[in-house]
């Protein structure tokens, strides 16, 4: 079992950043691949970005390219997505995910955390 925990989350303005951070424990051999999703109010959850354990591979949804950047520091079994010129339509619970390989599913999921963007 491997165990996410998110932290990072708050309350910005428009245009402002923030940086989430995902911790892992357990076991941490199955967090090859990372992944960022975010889920808002009344919708589904929707994918943000990938990683892979090199960090050679990495993925975004189109609507925070060159806005966002996910990275990981293995030693700290720890993901992070840092957020820049951050919009309204951000806002959602952002959530880390884990799993083997980034071609399937996550098997992990943490509890998520909260992002609002004012505008």
């Known amino acids: 079992q491997v165990q996410l925990v998110e932290s990072g989350g708050g309350l910005v303005q428009a245009g402002g950043s923030l940086r989430l951070s995902c911790a892992a424990s357990g076991r941490t051999s199955s967090t090859y691949a990372m992944g960022w999703f975010r889920q808002a109010p009344g919708k589904e959850r929707k994918f943000v970005a990938s990683?892979?354990?090199?960090?050679?591979?990495?993925y975004y949804t189109d609507s925070v390219k060159g806005r966002f950047t996910i990275s990981r520091d293995n030693a700290k079994n720890t993901v992070y997505l840092q957020m820049n010129s951050l919009k309204p339509e951000d806002t959602a619970v952002y959530i880390c995910?884990?799993?083997?390989?980034?071609?399937?599913?996550?098997?992990?999921w943490g509890q998520g955390t909260q992002v609002t963007v004012s505008s």
């Open positions: 990683i892979n354990w090199s960090s050679s591979e990495i």
């Open positions: 995910a884990a799993g083997s390989s980034l071609n399937t599913a996550f098997d992990y």
